[in-house]
């Protein structure tokens, strides 16, 4: 395509627009996040000199071509929600307004950076209301897709309110709290559970969680009444138990009891194994006696909706609006704004989908602000702890019924009469 | 864990089995990938002097610890099955022989390389089947799980059967074809559909697929017989037209016959938008004269069935054969071999699970064979075209229903005596 309009001599300037065009099934929001992600690859963005002699050796481009790919740099407009805003369909996470070429040369890789934080964000925000303020840790990096996906989801479900990752190299690089336990394999290794159980509490006296269900999840809390008085004799505290399987609802009353009974009151258990977020709200729900919850699979492949339909779609080129027509697939044309209502008591209450030079309207935030011009970022990227902040007030300002994790209720996005005027106005002139 | 293990002295040598605990719903097997990335894993294993110093900071660990962290390299044994081949559950993929912490900390690792290559491998095999030779193009990139994926994906679904991807660095780096369309908003770029088809097909005389479904599919057909005759009358062929929405049935044989009575009958018709295995069977059986498919979302995450229950666990330790009772979680005791029986039409008849110094019986192969000695490399990866070679051999050798898309028959494997002896050993040694 690049090359098409290379020759054809196409440098219009264009505006895309990135949305979801609808919500997955049970999604009463989105959370959007990765827009560092794309703005480190706009500014990163660059053929190198192997990428031009390999496309050379193709024999489908010419030198003109070539040279102009070896030259090219994002030098466009980027205007953008920030990561941890609330985003509903069609409503534009980002615009890149760029010669031609070189916003539809980055459509493959700013759907793909922005495609699975947002995923994930808006999966594990579910998880984090679900679990009513008891802490989640991510544990899903062994099944998430890739070994980017892993590192994405950590900073994804941290964002999205969870306290920890078991990811160690997310910890290294994003600044996450860490959080581990043990494995089955590590007490089968030791073949007695209570050694293997003292073993970990000498080397971790502070931070051991005990696995109990490698063999009988009872017996082995009798275990960890054990080993927190042998810890508590020398000034440490057992930090927890889990529990990876079998009725976590009735195991964690049973254990709960063992260890109240054994003194050990103060220890929280943490249940795991193929938990999502609706596993969590039944176990809150039930009033089962669990401190915190470890997620993994289910969260970090976003499981009962692995995808979501983002598009990056051109609205604008040469100041002419733009329409695609292709059944059920017709997107609002032009550059645009979303204006939020919010209410005297801080809640969001409908969003307006306008133009982009339309006023906001009294009362209203408007979502999308630039963040790059010129291809040079307008200002630092905001810190992961501020992006997290964002995130927990953005979904407490939701109208309770969308926050709903089964059957949410539809959060009001209405058009703006201009865009509706425009958009019959571009069809007109088909 | 590593700590705890080094800290008590624990430095015996451990089995560990990589196996699916049951397949997803509706498949009735599974295409083993991403033991190369496995093997790279194994070799390049060390940790920098940057991630000692970080996990010194941290304060949790000794110096002894961590010099014994320094020197860790993996001098172990891996025992696998080529990528390519067909697995069922319970089956292992791999095992790796090591000594414990060795074995132990490569666990989220080895799960996450093999995971993906495998789920995506599994779900492309599928397609390739309800395309009864139709070419398919993976185009899933822009919605995988991140860019790691992206290339897994493309990698997988060439290794299943795919025959091109639309993934250029995919191309450049595993030698796979390419392929490529036109966007919509190239299209619409232009503005006049007729001249957007004319500027790429100069471009590209030999390779120009032109996209029907931006505006009407049927007018955009007739334009496309223009083109064909103008390339025509340069001694080129159009190579395609695609149709990307709407419905691909009726809307396949309005554009065949406009491209017939138009004398470009010799063009192939190719469809795509959010399809999956189920749509290319039903479109194939419905007799749509559709040539091609491009595959993309659906296919790159698995959308069905987005993560495999592919587990790591310790089956033997210091000798002893290990046994976890965890509700729903029992698994095999020690070191695995599985026998495939192969019948005298070379179709697969069924397999046994077996102890791995057991007899492979008169007329059956044995699938798991060592790659790794002493952390070192037995052979050179097998090449791609291999792998792929080895994928369709493997599919076409399955019994007719194991390869059913919905409600496949189970594929028989069973349990040799030996196994289960040694399985109610241990479960009495407890």
Redo the contacts between chains.
Sequence with gaps: ?A???F??G?R?T?T?SLFVRRLPPERGFLLAAGLEDVLQYLLALRFTPG?LE?LASLG?FDGPFLDYLGSLRFTGQVRAMPEGTVVFAEEPLLEITAP?IEA?LV???V???I??PT?IASKAARSVLAARGRPLAEFG??????????M?AARAAWIAGFDSTSNVLAG?LEGIPLSGT?????V????DEL?SFR??A???PD?CVLLL????TVAAAHKAVQVARELAARGHRLAGVRL????LDQLSREVRRVLDEGGAEYVPIVVSGGLDEHDVARLVSAGAPIDAFGLG??ID???DA???D?V???VR?DG?D????????ESWVGPKAVHRVVGTDGGFTGDRLAAADEPVPHGAMTLLSPVMEGGELLRPHPALPEVRARAAAEVAALPEEVRRLSGPGEYRVEISPVLRARQAAARAK?
Tied chains: 1, 2.
Excluded at 182 to 186: I, N
């Design positions: 395509m090359a098409a309009c020759r054809a196409l219009a264009a895309f990428a390999w489908r031609l539809q459509e493959t890789a759907i793909n950076l495609h699975l995923l990096l062994r099944r998430s897709h890739g070994t980017d996906a892993g994405k290294k043990m494995a089955h394999s590590y089968s290794a030791f073949g050694e073993a970990y000498r080397t971790h931070a269900d490698t063999y009988d990876d399987s079998g009725d699979t289910r492949t976003s499981a692995p995808s979501l983002l990056y779609k051109l080129v002419r733009v329409l695609k027509l292709s059944t059920g697939k088909r």
